[in-house]
């Protein structure tokens, strides 16, 4: 189990914004494909984001442009930038690894079947 901690997480009114950070320890995180889910509360896990390890990036239909993933390889750091958020963003978000090699390339959004180290999880409430 790869460690993995999220934070950057809180409370936004409609249309704010938030940076969501994931960082780990003891491993580098350009040698993983990486992705954010999240979950509302008593809804299924969903995948927002993933990123393969040359910059393919696969968003969730629902994220319209509004959110955006980035990577931090002198940090060892996973964002999720998100801007313009709505109220059913509200959920726990989480940042999640699976090696895959460098010829990955990813066009579609993360399943959570496909992903097998996860972070703790980190809250976004947007209120209206």
């Known amino acids: 189990q790869l460690p993995l901690v999220e934070s950057g997480g809180g409370s936004v009114q409609t249309g704010g914004t938030l940076r969501l950070s994931c960082t780990a320890s003891?491993?580098?995180?350009?040698?993983?494909?990486l992705a954010w889910f999240r979950q509302g509360s008593g809804k299924e896990r969903e995948g927002v984001v993933q990123?393969?390890?040359?910059?393919?990036?696969g968003y969730a239909d629902y994220i319209r442009g509004r959110f955006v993933i980035s990577r931090d390889s002198a940090k060892n750091t996973l964002y999720l930038q998100m801007n313009a958020l709505k109220p059913e963003d509200t959920a726990t978000y989480y940042c999640?690894?699976?090696?895959?090699?460098?010829?990955?390339?990813?066009?579609?959004?993360?399943?959570?079947?496909?992903?097998?180290?996860w972070g703790q999880g980190t809250q976004v409430t947007v209120s209206s």
């Open positions: 999640a690894a699976r090696p895959c090699n460098i010829f990955t390339r990813i066009r579609r959004p993360p399943e959570v079947r496909e992903y097998n180290a």
């Open positions: 990123a393969d390890r040359t910059g393919g990036t």
């Open positions: 003891g491993y580098s995180l350009n040698d993983y494909c």
